[in-house]
């Protein structure tokens, strides 16, 4: 019926005046019917007639019909339209009407109907259906007749019925079981009645049996799965019309054929015929229907109520009809939401923004002391207008530096925005200082005496303790990263007997430190052969600049992981005592190790914590202060529940990161695993250059009891330039000026760049000599570090010609000149080596003086990596003091800066 055929209509005049090929689109089977009728040509013949048109009738109703122009005078376009409204007009008289034909094929009826000469009788053999083509008025009669035998036909001939439940009905329709039946049963008819859940076969008897035992075979091996653990809102959410075609449309699309049932009250029912479309459909079935719920973190004490709610939840509801449930649990203080997981997110945000319009949040902020106090100093009006501003409640607490906000949850945010740019106004900075423990006390005091004088505010941060509480600052520190980007003395690494490297992290760390390191490791195996299991080997660190040492630890590379691992364990055990007695040899403070991948993650915490409580018990002067585990982010949270579960007597923590002038604890806080520990230098350090004991420390260079300093000077001997140099001025007074201005003195300077003036007659200078080298005509050189480093030597050399036993440097090249550290701490240490070698007799002991920790750090740092270029192990001595850093807030940099002086002298006037 949907085949369509043309009637081309052609006219007696030129290709240029008509357009050839003109078709209308007609039903096959109404042209058919007129082919098929005289009578029905005739009445269209005299139709077009009217219009001077002849019709050329094809011999089938797929050709075209051919009608031609008889008059040439005609208007070709008006004689077109004409033309295809008079057929179109005629077609639409004809009717079609089709009926199913179940019982006999459509010859057998044909004979038995008195079919009047205006209708034509089709069969459709696909659909099994009969086409009734012709007048309307007649169409109605002849389809009756059929329906009429078709009956008393079904009566006459063998007929079967077999009831279904709606599950076999669904299965058995789209599993194609009419065509099996077709294929296997030439002789019988399949249809469904689904009005009344059945299924038809009409045939003889022997065919009929055979169908019937097709249906029952697969009906048989239907299967069925009852879900009786989902929750109720679930179960009725899918119980609605629109809930379940989505779940539907989920498993048609994963061409899993399976029937769901929610006509239950208390279980869903799957039916499938395998079981793989069960698991697939019930899987779908979970996942397809989530459940969640938005947690009601503040009071519902606002302008909108609970009762208020249920409206816009509903309205919600209504926009996703049938395919989500939303309502509160009063007993968690939640608002449960149950969607399709393609509405839920959506709906989730929906709720959430409803939520937070009607709830009132208190959040607390925690600041840093010497901000906070500086805001509530200086700022308090502003504090007022931004509370009023926002209509937030506001109250402080200054023991604990906190404000506790209250309010609407767009209105907390929007104030603590503006405290935040406000904070951002004040101007801070960072000083550095150290002192010996003694000062403690004195030194609280200082703090508080000049926030009184200055108008800013000061923090004492990181502040160390004394030497007698050393055991208390050992700390574990857990982290998520890469081991070989952590910065600590030794990194401990796992390899099997041939030196491969069985970990990840370990592989990226010999990665890292380059083939320095499997060099080492190779002629380690070339000279000594294959080391024990659990054995340690000691390699250097190659390029990494954050470790001095790499540890090897010799693993079997095979693991059961099981509970029963004593031995593995015991083996471990003796690993790390291996590895502990390293590091207190070379005097190593620091260890970084990650997981033996072999082992069970428990069982190596467990041994871990157990070594160190025992070792440290026995070792309680040891010089190693801090163990860093790093590894993956979900091995390092096992591990640090692992360490706080063995209630090891450290500090156990998670190593976090906080703002510099704010740390704000939300809601629901959480830690920043991704940062990398520091270890920070103490005060002092000491190290061994052959014969020489070199010493860097923060402090004042006039206050050391050594026999010569050095003073960083010009040709002129003009002192008054230079931090150090201003204060050997002015604690020389009178006398070292007479000194410098003898002719004899200035002669030197010129010719050597070095001179010697004595300080018998000063009493605040400690020594006995200073030394003063023209620094500023060096800086001017085009090879400063290697004249540096001459300079250096020369004044070396002129103390051991004076029989000196002691001198001391400042930083020289930096301050007024602007040096790099990395490049004093190079030829310092290059010009030491260099008087070292040559073995002196007299001058053994040399010290290196800064103002400021962060200089000495810098300084040591570049010492460090020098020794590390040379292939030399880097084992400094520290020397324990109080340390710290002073943070200090202002409203602008030239306070800050100018607050930096009366601190300095404060410490100064301590040290006296």
Request: neutral net charge; aromatic residues 6%; glycine residues 4%.
């Amino acid at each position: 019926m949907d085949k369509l055929s043309s009637i081309r209509v052609s006219g007696g005049f030129s290709c240029s005046l008509l357009t050839r090929g003109l078709s209308l689109r007609i039903d096959s089977l109404k042209l058919e019917f007129i082919l098929s009728a005289t009578k029905v040509q005739q009445d269209l013949e005299r139709d077009l007639a009217a219009f001077y048109a002849t019709v050329e009738w094809p011999k089938s109703s797929s050709d075209a019909l051919v009608v031609q122009c008889s008059d040439s005078n005609r208007d070709v376009m008006n004689w077109q339209k004409d033309v295809e409204g008079c057929i179109e007009q005629f077609v639409e008289q004809i009717g079609v009407r089709s009926t199913p034909l179940t019982s006999k094929k459509c010859s057998h009826i044909i004979q038995q109907l008195a079919s009047p000469q205006k209708i034509l009788i089709k069969e459709d053999a696909d659909s099994q259906s009969v086409h009734v083509v012709g007048v309307p008025e007649f169409i109605d009669k002849i389809i009756l007749q059929i329906e009429l035998i078709e009956t008393e036909n079904f009566k006459k001939e063998n007929k079967m019925e077999i009831k279904l439940s709606d599950s076999e009905i669904f299965l058995l329709m789209n599993s194609g079981i009419k065509t099996r039946i077709a294929n296997s049963v030439h002789s019988v008819t399949c249809s469904f009645d689904l009005s009344q859940k059945r299924i038809l076969l009409l045939g003889n008897e022997e065919a009929l049996r055979c169908a019937s035992i097709i249906i029952a075979n697969e009906r048989y091996i239907i299967k069925e799965r009852l879900i009786g653990d989902i929750s109720p809102i679930k179960s009725y959410l899918l119980r609605l019309k629109n809930a379940k075609r989505h779940v539907c449309t989920k498993i048609a699309a994963s061409r899993a054929l399976c029937y769901l049932d929610t006509s239950h009250s208390d279980v869903i029912k799957l039916f499938a015929f395998t079981e793989k479309d069960l698991n697939k459909s019930e899987t779908l079935l979970r996942t397809t229907i989530v459940e969640e719920k938005v947690d009601i973190e503040g009071d519902l004490t606002g302008s909108i109520t609970p009762a208020e709610y249920t409206p816009m939840f509903k309205q919600i509801e209504c926009r996703f009809s049938e395919l989500a449930k939303i309502d509160f649990v009063p007993v968690e203080l939640a608002v449960r939401i149950v969607a399709t997981i393609d509405h839920i997110h959506t709906i989730k945000k929906e709720v959430e923004a409803i939520l937070l319009r009607g709830q009132v949040f208190e959040v607390t902020d925690f600041y840093r002391p010497c901000v906070f106090r500086y805001l509530f100093k200086n700022r308090t009006e502003e504090f007022k207008t931004l509370s009023t501003k926002h209509n937030v409640v506001v109250s402080t607490n200054m023991k604990i530096s906190a404000i506790k906000v209250r309010g609407k949850f767009e209105a907390i945010n929007c104030f603590r925005q503006d405290v935040e740019r406000m904070i951002l106004t004040i101007k801070s900075k960072r000083h550095t200082f150290s002192l010996p423990s003694e000062y403690r006390e004195k030194f609280l005091d200082m703090c508080l005496n000049l926030e009184t004088q200055l108008n800013c505010t000061v923090d004492v941060l990181n502040l160390s303790e004394g030497p007698e509480d050393k055991i208390k600052h050992r700390k574990i520190i857990v982290m998520a990263g890469m081991l070989s980007k952590v910065e600590c003395d030794v990194l401990l690494v796992y390899s099997d007997k041939k030196y491969n490297h069985i970990t990840h992290q370990s592989k990226m760390v010999v990665k890292t430190g380059g083939k320095a390191i499997t060099k080492e490791c190779k002629e380690y195996l070339k000279e000594r052969g294959e080391p024990d299991e659990w054995s340690v080997t000691a390699t250097g660190a190659g390029k990494l600049k954050n470790c001095l040492a790499v540890y090897h630890v010799i693993s079997p590379n095979t693991g059961s992981g099981s509970s029963e691992e004593a031995s593995p364990m015991v083996s471990l055990k003796t690993a790390y005592s291996r590895c502990f007695s390293m590091l207190e040899e070379q005097k190593f403070r620091s260890l970084a190790l990650s997981c033996n991948r072999t082992l069970t993650n428990s069982h190596q915490v467990q041994t871990l914590a157990n070594f160190l409580r025992e070792y440290f018990a026995f070792n309680t002067n040891s010089g190693i202060n801090t163990v860093v585990f790093c590894d993956e982010r979900e091995i390092a949270s096992s591990f640090l529940n692992e360490f706080r579960a063995s209630k090891i007597p450290w500090t156990c923590r998670m190593e976090g990161q906080l703002k510099h002038n704010t740390a704000s604890y939300s809601i629901k806080p959480g830690l920043d695993w991704n940062t990398t520990p520091i270890c920070h230098v103490s005060s002092s350090f000491t190290f061994d250059v052959g014969p020489l004991k070199v010493r860097g420390l923060v402090g004042d260079i006039t206050n050391l009891t050594v026999d010569a300093i050095v003073n960083s000077s010009n040709k002129c001997l003009d002192l008054r330039k230079g931090a150090v140099s201003q204060n050997i001025l002015i604690k020389g007074g009178s006398s070292l000026e007479k000194q410098l201005n003898t002719a004899e003195n200035r002669r030197d300077m010129l010719k050597y760049g070095l001179t010697v003036t004595t300080s018998e007659e000063m009493s605040q200078i400690r020594c006995r000599f200073i030394y003063h080298v023209d620094a500023a005509s060096i800086a001017k050189t085009s090879h400063v570090t290697a004249t540096w480093r001459k300079m250096v030597v020369k004044c070396l050399m002129k103390a051991e010609e004076m029989r000196l036993s002691s001198l001391a440097f400042p930083a020289l090249g930096t301050g007024s000149l602007h040096g790099n550290l990395r490049t004093t701490a190079q030829f310092m240490l290059e010009a030491l080596e260099e008087f070292g070698s040559k073995r002196p007799l007299h001058l053994t002991h040399i010290s290196i003086a800064v103002l400021e920790q962060h200089v000495l750090e810098a300084l040591h740092n570049g010492m460090r990596e020098r020794y590390i270029e040379n292939m030399r192990l880097w084992n400094p001595e520290y020397e324990e003091k109080m340390s710290g850093d002073l943070l200090i807030c202002g409203e602008s940099s030239d306070i800050l800066e100018e607050a930096i002086q009366p601190i300095n002298r404060a410490l100064c006037v301590l040290f006296t």
